[in-house]
């Protein structure tokens, strides 16, 4: 059984930044692929990002490419999202997620296995 937690989210205003972190324990991290969603209010979970087991590949969606950027500490087992130039229509509740069958990043939601509890972050002046 794998558990994810992700680090508390927050209010962020316009333009600024956050970091996102997401700890896991109780399976072999190094061994596979890891993602960020998110889910605005009333709609369906999203993908933003995704991270290969090494760090090698990283896909983004296309409304938060060149802001975000995935990354992966696998010594700590610990997957981050830095959040930058941040814009209202981020306000979501944020999850990290697991895919523990492969080791390559998926935009899937479906392909991962394992989520953590969800973060929420608000961006509002």
């Known amino acids: 059984q794998v558990q994810l937690v992700e680090s508390r989210g927050g209010l962020v205003q316009p333009g600024g930044s956050l970091r996102l972190s997401c700890t896991t324990s109780?399976?072999?991290?190094?061994?596979?692929?890891m993602g960020w969603f998110r889910q605005h209010l009333g709609l369906e979970r999203e993908f933003v990002a995704a991270?290969?087991?090494?760090?090698?590949?990283?896909p983004y969606a296309d409304s938060v490419k060149g802001r975000f950027t995935i990354s992966r500490d696998n010594a700590k087992k610990t997957v981050y999202l830095e959040m930058n130039s941040v814009k209202p229509e981020d306000t979501a509740v944020y999850y990290c997620?697991?895919?523990?069958?492969?080791?390559?990043?998926?935009?899937?939601?479906?392909?991962?296995?394992?989520w953590g509890q969800g973060t929420q972050v608000t961006v509002s002046s």
């Open positions: 991270i290969s087991w090494n760090g090698d590949s990283t």
């Open positions: 109780g399976g072999n991290f190094i061994g596979y692929a």
């Open positions: 997620a697991a895919d523990t069958y492969g080791d390559q990043p998926t935009m899937t939601r479906d392909d991962y296995d394992y």
